[in-house]
């Protein structure tokens, strides 16, 4: 699932804030940075320290690779700062600097592991919501179509969740809500495609299952009209009326223009019957509205 635009530049300004930050008043670095250029023509390994460099130097040329986009020769570099210098004050931001480049590198795993060195070391730092999106990012990245394996969709929600909880109120809560909503309704397109394969099966029992995982748990979906109007088809197919009707109930009352309602309520026609709410039904735990008069 391709990062969106609004995401990726809230995954930029963080890492331009966290370089500003780190280079304020830093001339050592910003010499280092301004000579690296040349340093870099010169043939030499920019993957590693040089014998005796600075830690100012290391992160300068970082710096450098990264403003020419050499994400995936930036990364080790800021690694080589945390590595031969862990108490020098550009540490901490060369830890979260590794896990921003290897992210752009597209090296996710990578990201994850800098980005979750960084939380576990500075658990109460203000930096710890950027280093918990960068890890939502790297799993939000891979998701795949719904005909695939989903566990990493499942880590994205999981993460996005995390930063959702963790930093109310920052930029990176507000885009982690978007792609959070994209994400359960990706995990309810693959519920819909398993369930579907059910129905079509004749295995009527399977696909009511995932179908109410869907109207239970992903009730702001694009999938729920959907997934009620096949519990209908699936409740009637085994028989169970009052359930179908049901399902139809609310399906009615919360989309009644909608072409499932209108399948859903031709089908329910075709056997003489027509939506109603059942007083035992599951749909009334979940469904607190008024329907037909009646206050579920």
């Known amino acids: 699932m391709a990062l969106t635009s609004s995401a990726r530049s809230v995954a930029k300004l963080g890492a331009a804030a966290l370089l500003m930050t780190a280079l304020a008043g830093c001339q050592t670095a910003r010499d280092a940075y301004d000579g690296a250029a040349s340093w870099f023509t010169s043939g030499a390994d920019s993957r590693l320290a040089r014998p005796g460099e600075t830690p100012e130097s290391i992160f300068g040329r970082a710096e ?34 590794s896990a921003f480049a290897s992210f752009e590198a597209a090296e996710y795993d990578k990201a994850i592991l800098a980005a979750d060195r960084f939380v576990d070391f500075y ?62 309704d990706h995990l309810a397109g693959k519920e ?8 079509a099966r004749g295995d009527y029992l399977a696909a009511i299952n995932r179908f109410r995982n869907v ?22 197919r085994l028989g169970v009326v009052s359930e179908a009707r049901s399902a139809a109930a609310v399906l009615g009352h919360n989309y009644p223009g909608s072409e499932w309602y209108q399948a859903s309520y ?31």
């Open 123 to 184: 658990p109460s730092d203000a930096e710890t919501a950027y280093a918990r999106y960068l890890i939502a990012q790297s799993y939000y990245e891979r998701i795949v179509d719904v005909g695939r394996d989903q566990s990493v969709t499942e880590e994205a929600q999981t993460a996005l969740e995390e930063v959702i909880l963790r930093h109310p109120g920052t930029p990176y809560a507000r885009e982690a809500q978007v792609q959070l909503d994209l994400v359960r």
């Open 64 to 97: 450098a690779l990264m403003n020419a986009q050499n994400y995936r020769a930036a990364a080790p570099l800021f690694d080589e700062v945390e590595r031969l210098h862990p108490y020098s004050p550009y540490a901490k931001r060369a830890m979260i600097m």
């Open 215 to 236: 109207v239970e748990n992903h009730q702001g979906s694009t999938h729920v009209p959907e997934a009620l109007h096949r519990l209908v088809e699936s409740y009637l």
């Open 266 to 296: 031709a089908m329910l026609q075709g056997q003489g019957l027509s939506p109603e709410m059942g007083s035992g039904s599951w749909l009334r735990r979940i469904y607190r509205q008024v329907i037909e008069g009646e206050i579920l």
């Open 192 to 199: 819909m495609e398993i369930g579907r394969f059910y129905l």
